[in-house]
Structure formats: structure tokens, C-alpha cells
């Protein structure tokens, strides 16, 4: 059949118009070929011509299908008319301008956007910044001072009770106010010399020891090995430290309250 | 300016379709329906009902979307090929029901031929050779259809199939072979 491919078209002519005693030689082999015998052949040829001389019989569709349609194509149109079509040079001046205004909002040098940088310390503007900061903590750390007067007072107060106390009595009782009675309340005398250790004190009698007090509730006594007072680190800058000097307790000769 | 509709090639009222003309499409489709109708008949088992369904899907695609026809190419292999894709969609909905597309009437038919009469009614031969066609399976069928039936010109046919003119060829060899073996009774018409 695939052969017949080549000739399928002369063929139809073929068989329409010549009957098969007429076919010559060439014609013949074709039909072999294909396994056409001389009754099929006029079988196709009869069937072929009863097919051209059949009238062609058209169906009409219902005259219902036509209104439908009609209305789909009206609905068609109403919706198409509502969309605004924008034409091809439109829509590329919308998009140009969209890139445009991107544009300018990313890369404009007057944008504040470019001014902001990690680096604190190459801005000048930061550096003045932090230095003007500095120096408004500093005139917050003089008003405190300033501020805690009133507490420099308790404290010179709460050092006359101490004398009072250690005159009276062969102990040592600080008796300042109930928040700073952290760690020791009383020391006898006789121990005074001898290393006194506490869970939050140490005082050892090769040097002569400093006994600290602090108004700050947090803060425990503290002994010190030197002379001078000093300031812990977890003492904070409003806080008043009262030192004691430990070789000067038997006679309470001297008393040194330092303030900071 | 009045336009006369009837004058307008197919691809002229397509044209007159995009740009919404109304009565363009009305032109068109008294054009066409009735050759697509007949058409879908003949590929749909006779089914009145599903051929106007069909034909009406076909034509609300027009209207929907006129664009999607190329107006440099022929309006009738187009048309034809929607037609004929709107069947093969007819077809595998059929088979999902389970019914057979491709029906073998012949032993049946050939009992019912005997009647003299009809071996010279061509209305006999028309029904008759619908009956037939409903025997051959959906290429052959409609390469047939459109050849003898829609007239269309081999070049046309495979456009509307999508395939070679020696397809086309050969599968009118092979449809015309077996309608005539099966309708021996009416060749002497």
C-alpha cells in the first residue's frame, strides 16, 4: 500500500475513466502490485462513481445554535471593548519610565541612603557625635555626684555611730543601716589583729589592713591589704566607701572615709 | 460603507471576525454550517444533537478567540482541523465510557443488503454508506469525509491531519477499498 501512495491520486482518475480491459501493461503491474483484483477493482471503481453522483446532503444545524452564538460573540465584544489594549510602543515607555524612576531612587547622590555606613569610625560626623556624647555622660556623672550629697552626710553620720560604738564597747559593731549589714556585723577585738577570714572578706597581719565599708546595699565589707583606700571594680561611680585602718582599731586613732 | 459579506473570501470575514464584526460572523457561519455539521454527523455516529454541539463549540471558539487563526494561511484546512480535533476529543470521551469507537457493522449490513431496491436508491446508497463509514476507524474516516464528502484537495487533507499527502493518499486508497468490499450490493448503481 505504501507504494500506492505514489500513485493514489491517478489512480481515482485512473479508475474513474478506463475500464480494466483498457489498462495497459504499466497499469496492470501497479495493480498487482497492490493485490487489485479485477473485481475489486470495479467494485472501487462503481462505489467510487456512486459517491461523485451521490448528492452531497447537508444538515442545517437549529436556528437556536446560530442566536447562541451570536449572543457569545456580543458578550465577546463588551468584554473586549472594556479592556484597555496598550499598544506596543505604550507599554515599552511605561516600562522605560518605571527603570528611570528605580533609578533615580537607587543611585540619586543626593539620597541620605548612601551616607549611612557601618564604618563609625571614618564618619567625622559620627566620630563629633560620640565625642559630644561623651561629654554629656560626663556632666550626668557630676550631677550624680552632686546628687548624692545627701548620702556623703549619712555617711559621715554612720562613721560617728562607729566611734560611738567602738568607744563604748571592746568589739567592733558597725551598726550602720540595716541594707549595709552584709557579711560582718561584729569583730571582737582581740581578733581584730589576727586574719579574719569571711566568705566575702580576707585580712591577713603582715600588712596592715584597710577595713571598707560601702553605703551601696550590694556591697560587702572589704579588707584590703593596703593603706590606702581603694576603689573595688564592682563599686559604682555614686558609691561611698568608709575605710577603717585595721592597726588603728584598738585605739580608733584614726579614721579615713574616702568618697568617690 | 456597506460591506458585502457574501463576496468576502473566508479569510476576508476572519479579518472582519477579529475586528468584532458581528455580522461577518454571522456570514461565516451560514457559510460553514451546514458542511461542518454534515461533517460532525458523519464522524459522530449521526448524532444530531452531538454533531450541534459541536458545531457550536467550534464556532465559540471563533468568536472567542479569532486571533488564533492566521489569516496568511486557508480558512478551510483550519476549520477542518478544529473540526477534526473537536471529534477526536468526541472520541476518547467515548472511550472513557467504554464504548467503541469503531463499530463492525459489516457482517450485519451485509444481511440487510439483500433488498434489490436499494441497490438502486441512491438515498439507500447514502445511508448505506454512512453505516459503512461508521466502520472504519477515525483517520480514515475523515480523510474520506473531507475528500468526497467536504471536497477538499489532498494538499488541504494533510494540513488538516497533520501529516503527508502520501498519508492522505494512502489512506483514501485504504477507505475506498474497504467501503467497496463492504457495499458490494450497489455496484451496479
Known amino acids: 500500500m505504501e507504494s500506492f501512495e505514489k500513485y493514489s491520486q491517478e489512480f481515482e482518475q485512473l479508475i474513474l475513466n478506463k475500464e480494466y480491459s483498457l489498462l495497459n501493461k504499466n497499469e496492470l503491474q501497479q495493480l498487482d502490485a497492490e493485490g487489485l483484483s479485477e473485481e475489486e477493482y470495479y467494485q472501487i471503481r462503481e462505489t467510487l462513481l456512486a459517491i461523485k453522483e451521490m448528492d452531497s446532503e447537508m444538515e442545517f444545524p437549529s436556528e437556536h445554535v446560530k442566536n447562541k452564538l451570536l449572543d457569545v460573540f456580543d458578550e465577546g465584544a463588551q468584554k473586549q471593548a472594556r479592556i484597555i489594549v496598550f499598544p506596543m510602543w505604550a507599554k515599552l515607555t511605561l516600562l522605560a519610565a518605571a527603570c528611570i524612576a528605580l533609578g533615580l531612587f537607587l543611585f540619586n547622590p543626593n539620597s541620605t541612603i548612601n551616607n549611612t555606613t557601618n564604618e563609625v569610625a571614618s564618619n567625622s560626623q559620627s566620630s563629633a557625635n560620640e565625642d559630644q556624647l561623651i561629654n554629656n555622660t560626663s556632666s550626668e556623672s557630676n550631677t550624680v555626684s552632686t546628687d548624692q550629697t545627701p548620702i556623703i552626710d549619712n555617711t559621715s553620720k554612720e562613721t560617728n555611730q562607729v566611734d560611738e560604738i567602738q568607744s563604748s564597747d571592746e568589739s567592733i559593731s558597725i551598726n550602720t543601716n540595716s541594707d549595709n549589714q552584709v557579711g560582718v556585723s561584729e569583730i571582737p577585738m582581740e581578733e581584730a589583729p589576727t586574719a579574719i577570714v569571711t566568705s566575702n572578706t580576707s585580712v591577713s597581719n603582715s600588712q596592715p589592713a584597710t577595713l571598707t565599708t560601702s553605703s551601696i546595699p550590694t556591697s560587702a565589707y572589704k579588707w584590703t591589704n593596703s593603706l590606702e583606700s581603694e576603689k573595688s571594680e564592682d563599686v559604682e561611680s555614686n558609691e561611698v566607701v568608709q575605710s577603717v585602718s585595721l592597726a588603728d582599731f584598738p585605739n580608733v586613732i584614726s579614721q579615713t572615709v574616702t568618697i568617690y | ?189
Open chain 2, 1 to 189: 460603507m456597506s460591506i458585502n459579506y457574501s463576496t468576502l473570501s473566508d479569510e476576508q470575514l476572519m479579518e472582519q471576525i477579529i475586528a468584532r464584526d458581528k455580522l461577518a460572523f454571522s456570514a461565516l457561519y451560514d457559510r460553514y454550517s451546514p458542511r461542518l455539521m454534515s461533517y460532525f454527523m458523519r464522524l459522530l455516529w449521526n448524532n444530531r444533537e452531538l454533531a450541534e454541539d459541536c458545531l457550536q463549540e467550534l464556532f465559540i471558539k471563533i468568536s472567542r478567540q479569532p486571533e488564533l487563526f492566521d489569516i496568511t494561511r486557508s480558512f478551510r484546512p483550519w476549520v477542518f482541523t478544529v473540526a477534526t480535533n473537536i471529534c477526536k476529543m468526541e472520541y476518547r470521551k467515548t472511550s472513557r465510557k467504554g464504548q467503541s469507537v469503531s463499530l463492525d457493522l459489516a457482517p450485519e449490513l451485509a444481511d440487510n443488503s439483500s433488498n434489490i431496491s436499494e441497490r438502486i436508491d441512491k438515498k439507500a446508497f447514502s445511508k448505506k454508506l454512512k453505516e459503512v463509514l461508521e466502520t472504519i476507524d477515525e483517520p480514515h474516516k475523515s480523510t474520506f469525509t473531507l475528500r468526497y464528502f467536504e471536497e477538499l484537495s489532498l494538499k488541504e487533507i494533510s494540513l488538516v491531519h497533520n501529516c503527508s499527502e502520501g498519508t492522505v493518499k494512502s489512506r483514501l486508497f485504504y477507505a475506498l477499498r474497504k467501503i467497496a468490499g463492504k457495499m458490494p450490493q450497489f455496484q451496479s448503481i
